[in-house]
């Protein structure tokens, strides 16, 4: 069965400073990965996602991925963040059911 | 813009109720989802539905039962709601089976349960 693991419960990060969400993933076959943003009382937005092909992604707000197959690893990163990026961040594999990972919580401060 | 939404933000049950989560969504989408999120354990799979009148169990059906009579509407039903039901409830939709795309989801329903 897959499986998704984010490691840090929570990032922290000042304003215009690079982010980074960690998170690695198990499946059998092919990864068909996403990441979703969930801002407080709403619920998951579709950031970004990678089925094939370049291993960095680009998503909505300034948003990227990187895929890693050897190291079963799809980070979320953001060259410099803002203070509206603060939220918590979903990483999730299908393989066929989308499977999410614990969340981390990131709080970017001024 | 696909908008899936769930009738209530927030209900409070009592014990041993039956209780109601509704989801409709206007994009016609075949596939429609109900997750419970809670704190640390992410987001797990409760139903799923692929097509008006079927239902596919997730990993975390016990307790929980689901239909679907439109294409557009897919209910969540607490037969009867316990405590440890307490939680926040999303519901989701997509427009297709491939396993790239992505699903849309409501704003959810925070069920406390007494």
């Known amino acids: 069965a897959q499986s998704v693991a984010q490691p840090e419960d929570q990032v922290n990060v000042a304003e215009g400073n690079p982010l980074t969400v960690k998170c690695t993933y198990s499946?059998?076959?092919?990864?068909?990965l996403f990441w979703y943003v969930q801002y407080p009382n709403r619920g998951l937005q579709f950031l970004l996602k990678?089925?094939?092909?370049?291993?960095l992604v680009k998503g909505s707000y300034g948003f990227e991925a990187e895929f890693n197959k050897s190291q079963t690893s799809f980070h979320l990163k953001k060259p410099s963040a803002l203070v509206s990026d603060s939220a918590l961040y979903f990483c999730?594999?299908?393989?066929?059911?989308?499977?999410f990972g614990g969340g981390t919580r990131v709080l970017v401060k001024p | 813009d696909v908008k899936v939404t769930q009738s209530s933000r927030y209900l409070v049950k009592r014990t041993g109720e039956k209780v109601f989560l509704e989801c409709v969504q206007d994009?016609?989408?075949?596939?429609m989802f109900w997750y419970r999120q809670d704190p640390g354990l992410g987001l797990r799979l409760i139903y799923f539905?692929?097509?008006?009148?079927?239902?596919e169990k997730g990993d975390i059906p016990e307790g929980y039962s689901v239909s679907r009579e439109k294409k557009e509407r897919f209910s969540l039903i607490l037969e009867s709601a316990s405590t440890n039901q307490t939680s926040m409830y999303l519901c989701?939709?997509?427009?297709?089976?491939?396993?790239?795309?992505?699903?849309?989801f409501g704003n959810g329903t925070r069920l406390t349960v007494t």
């Open positions: 989701a939709s997509s427009g297709s089976s491939s396993y790239n795309s992505p699903l849309h």
């Open positions: 499946v059998s076959g092919n990864p068909y």
């Open positions: 990678y089925i094939t092909g370049d291993n």
């Open positions: 999730a594999v299908r393989d066929p059911r989308l499977t």
């Open positions: 994009m016609d989408h075949e596939n």
């Open positions: 539905s692929y097509d008006v009148k079927m239902k």
